[in-house]
């Protein structure tokens, strides 16, 4: 599906600066390019063209309130400037995937001081030596490269889906708790009517001893 006619279905009759997410992933880019994207997506904070064969980032609109940026699996070598003035309060990237070579092609990120976090797993760029301390030293404002800090510890997952799983785990277990709570107290129900049952039969023993008692007086 053509970028264009992706986003149409995405607006989904709302105005672009209602939208806060947009997913455009998987559709075709036109000559590597973004297109239909407008300035007038102005309140915009995670912006996903993932394997769109993108080839250059030249056609974004300025997007000042842009947080979250997804681009993996596309085909972009560099042009990386245009982030800088386009989406100049970006936090998070993610070019994983790309033909990101050098670690020269990365110098326009220093531009963008709110950089918290960078992907760039399956780029030719992570096979140099020393890769992750020149990407650290040259990137200073960055907090996380390929999910780890400078320390190897890992970024804390803050993906709305695991979170999701984390509340569906919560109430599978609550249930699981109240079934097991409430097999205790069947539990309970059938020995006291066990118990019940055992008194019943006490009582009809003893009945039949006394009747018996009662015969054997009256024959003698």
Same mark, same amino acid.
């Given at each position: 599906?053509?970028?264009? %006619?992706? /986003? #149409?279905?995405?607006?989904?009759?709302?105005?672009?600066?209602?939208?806060?997410?947009?997913? /455009?992933?998987?559709?075709?880019?036109? *000559?590597?390019?973004v297109?239909?994207?407008?300035?007038?997506?102005?309140?915009?904070?995670?912006?996903?063209? !993932?394997? !769109?064969?993108l080839?250059?980032v030249?056609?974004?609109?300025?997007?000042? %309130?842009?947080?979250?940026?997804?681009?993996? +699996?596309n085909?972009?070598?560099?042009?990386?400037?245009v982030?800088?003035?386009? #989406?100049?309060?970006?936090t998070?990237?993610? /070019?994983?995937?790309?033909?990101?070579k *050098? !670690?020269? #092609?990365?110098?326009p &990120?220093?531009?963008?001081?709110?950089?918290?976090?960078?992907? &760039?797993?399956?780029?030719?760029? #992570?096979?140099? !030596?020393?890769?992750?301390?020149?990407?650290?030293?040259l990137?200073?404002q960055?907090?996380? /490269?390929?999910?780890?800090?400078? +320390?190897e510890?890992?970024?804390?997952?803050?993906?709305?889906?695991?979170?999701g +799983?984390?509340?569906?785990?919560?109430?599978?277990?609550?249930?699981?708790?109240?079934?097991?709570?409430?097999?205790?107290?069947?539990?309970?129900?059938?020995?006291?009517?066990? +118990?019940d049952?055992?008194?019943? *039969?006490d009582?009809?023993?003893?009945?039949?001893?006394?009747?018996g008692? *009662?015969d054997?007086?009256?024959?003698?």
């Amino acid at each position: 599906m053509e970028m264009e %006619k992706r /986003l #149409t279905l995405e607006l989904r009759n709302k105005k672009p600066s209602e939208v806060k997410e947009l997913v /455009l992933d998987n559709c075709r880019s036109e *000559d590597g390019k973004v297109v239909g994207l407008s300035s007038d997506f102005e309140n915009l904070e995670f912006l996903s063209m !993932i394997n !769109i064969n993108l080839l250059s980032v030249s056609n974004l609109p300025k997007l000042n %309130k842009l947080r979250k940026l997804e681009l993996s +699996d596309n085909r972009i070598s560099g042009g990386l400037e245009v982030l800088a003035e386009k #989406t100049p309060n970006l936090t998070h990237l993610n /070019l994983s995937g790309n033909k990101i070579k *050098d !670690i020269n #092609t990365l110098e326009p &990120l220093k531009k963008l001081p709110n950089l918290h976090s960078l992907d &760039l797993f399956n780029c030719e760029v #992570t096979m140099l !030596i020393n890769y992750r301390e020149s990407v650290f030293a040259l990137l200073p404002q960055l907090t996380y /490269l390929d999910g780890f800090d400078a +320390d190897e510890q890992e970024a804390p997952d803050s993906d709305p889906e695991a979170d999701g +799983d984390a509340l569906e785990d919560d109430y599978e277990n609550g249930e699981e708790g109240e079934e097991e709570e409430d097999d205790e107290e069947e539990d309970d129900l059938d020995e006291e009517v066990i +118990d019940d049952e055992e008194d019943e *039969d006490d009582d009809l023993e003893g009945e039949e001893e006394e009747d018996g008692v *009662d015969d054997e007086e009256e024959e003698e």
